[in-house]
């Protein structure tokens, strides 16, 4: 099964990792681009960016999913499974109908 995983906190670190465990294919995680924080307002690297780097993943991060360039490569990806946590942003009906199965929000 292609599964695109869409998150964006630490919370979810762990199930990447159970994820990649299974016998499933995770074309791309889906996350949230860098953000400024803290004192200083220091640019941090998203932890599930970094998590899916040194995991060997493709990561696709876009600032709003109505970007059209979003909708076409999830389109490309084929997944049969978009599994999103804690991803913190709105996903468009549009790219909620593109999985083969379906698209799950895990709380």
Do not use: W
């Not at 670190?13 to 299974?22: F, R, S």
């Amino acid at each position: 099964m292609n599964i695109i995983f869409a998150a964006a906190s630490s919370f979810s670190e762990q199930t990447l990792i159970a994820l990649t465990k299974l016998d499933h294919n995770i074309v791309a995680v889906l996350t949230q681009p860098d953000r400024r924080s803290g004192r200083g307002l220091k640019k941090t690297e998203n932890p599930i960016k970094f998590m899916a780097q040194t995991l060997g993943l493709p990561v696709l991060e876009y600032e709003s999913l109505t970007n059209p360039e979003a909708y076409e490569t999830i389109k490309k990806l084929a997944p049969d499974l978009l599994l999103t946590m804690a991803y913190g942003g709105h996903v468009p009906d549009k790219i909620l109908k593109i999985p083969r199965c379906d698209a799950i929000n895990i709380h």
